[in-house]
């Protein structure tokens, strides 16, 4: 009977391991179960917020591009203006050394019609001159 005790304790001790141990792997199932979801929920918030800071990051680049091209805009309209008042004062400047040397082919040119005139008058005076057998 001793045999027979041994083993029904034997196998009473057995039947409470069998479900101690399935009481474990239920509390650890639970366990990984809760881990499962925090670790699903910190991967929600990481997919959230990087969505944010994408939206946030394509935000500052639209205004990046907006103020570069601002910029490239004001830069295009300096560098237009200094041509366009380099390209006056140039003008202005040649214009100036045109009526200068205009100024002075005309002075010239009189002087020469002048002489011209002086020199056809002489031509006609020795002509009539000749004419006139008195030279």
């Given at each position: 009977?001793?045999?027979?005790?041994?083993k029904l304790a034997q196998k009473f001790t057995a039947q409470e391991m069998i479900k101690a141990n399935m009481a474990a792997e239920a509390k650890e199932n639970r366990k990984l179960r809760?881990?499962?979801?925090?670790y699903?929920?910190?991967?929600?918030?990481?997919?959230?917020s990087s969505i944010g800071?994408?939206?946030?990051l394509e935000e500052l680049f639209t205004k990046a591009d907006d103020s570069l091209h601002k910029e490239n805009v004001k830069v295009y309209r300096n560098?237009?203006?200094a041509i366009n008042d380099g390209l006056k004062e140039q003008t202005e400047t040649l214009l100036e050394e045109q009526r200068k040397t205009s100024k002075k082919q005309g002075v010239f040119l009189k002087?020469?019609?002048?002489l011209i005139f002086v020199a056809v008058l002489a031509d006609i005076a020795l002509q009539v001159l000749r004419i006139l057998e008195i030279f």
């Open positions: 009977m001793d045999t027979f005790i041994d809760e881990q499962i979801e925090n699903e929920s910190m991967l929600k918030e990481f997919k959230d800071n994408k939206e946030y560098v237009q203006a002087v020469m019609s002048v």
